[in-house]
């Protein structure tokens, strides 16, 4: 079943703040408290809203080294194979699935040259990494908040 407009403004809720009450939820979407937890669980148990996350700022922890790192797999994993396997390090802030050579691209952040490093060794760990090859950021360019 598709998203009708209540579900898009409950959505738009949760992303604009995960942690809204079913009050809030509801007012957005013009909906009692009650209805508006409804649909939300609803939308969460077709898969829609696959969960709710905090987000960090890397800098608050002081993590202020950055890195790229091309991921060249084992085999062929499915993305969602290598997702799981990148999950589980913290210091992933973002991966893609990538065109070329490198199967995916990975930015990773860290307090320090050592920590990116035990981090990367972590990522080649992975049970379908065969190697990585790793660029760190010498400064930020442009950095804008996405749409």
């Not at 209540?6 to 809720?13: A, F, K, Q, Y």
């Not at 760990?125 to 804008?144: D, G, Q, Y």
């Amino acid at each position: 079943m598709g998203m009708d407009a209540i579900d898009e403004s409950i959505v738009r809720c949760v992303l604009r703040n995960a942690r809204s009450t079913y009050a809030e939820i509801g007012e957005a979407a013009g909906l009692s408290a009650p209805a508006a937890k409804r649909r939300l669980d609803r939308l969460v148990a077709d898969g829609t809203v696959r969960g709710f996350t905090a987000l960090v700022d890397t800098q608050a922890l002081g993590w202020r080294t950055e890195a790229f790192v091309e991921v060249y797999c084992k085999g062929n994993p499915t993305p969602g194979e290598l997702q799981r396997d990148l999950e589980t390090v913290p210091e992933v802030v973002e991966a893609y699935t990538v065109s070329g050579a490198a199967d995916a691209m990975v930015h990773m952040m860290a307090l320090d040259i050592p920590h990116l490093e035990r981090a990367v060794q972590r990522v080649r760990e992975a049970r379908v990494i065969e190697r990585t090859e790793s660029v760190i950021v010498l400064s930020r360019l442009i950095n804008r908040p996405r749409v």
